[in-house]
């Protein structure tokens, strides 16, 4: 069973960076689609990002792009989240999830495996 933990999330001010990373556990990542999700609070789940199993395709969505960048690293079965240039609307709960369709897209309901999420704050 494949177990996917986000870490990363935190505290940062407008402008600033982070990198989030999911952390795959009990398969290899490479037999999975990889997306990033974030939920504000009243907002609902939407899509960020998302990358194939081998990272020859990613999409983003038109919020974050030119922005975030994600990427994949199998030798340590971890996929991350490079943000750049944060506003305060990114603020939420961040989620990576894993799709068994290995080219994934941003629809929520493709995905099977989800991370407990962790909190990014962007705040002065």
């Known amino acids: 069973q494949l177990q996917l933990v986000e870490s990363g999330g935190g505290l940062v001010q407008p402008g600033g960076s982070l990198r989030l990373s999911c952390a795959a556990s009990g398969s290899s990542i490479d037999y999975y689609g990889i997306g990033w999700f974030r939920q504000a609070p009243g907002k609902e789940r939407e899509g960020v990002s998302c990358?194939?199993?081998?990272?020859?395709?990613?999409n983003y969505a038109d919020s974050v792009k030119g922005r975030f960048t994600i990427s994949r690293d199998s030798a340590k079965n971890v996929v991350y989240l490079q943000m750049n240039s944060l506003k305060p609307e990114d603020k939420a709960v961040y989620y990576c999830?894993?799709?068994?369709?290995?080219?994934?897209?941003?629809?929520?309901?493709?995905?099977?495996?989800w991370g407990q999420g962790t909190q990014v704050t962007v705040s002065s």
């Open positions: 990358i194939s199993n081998r990272g020859g395709f990613t």
């Open positions: 999830a894993a799709d068994r369709r290995v080219t994934p897209s941003l629809a929520i309901e493709e995905y099977d495996y």
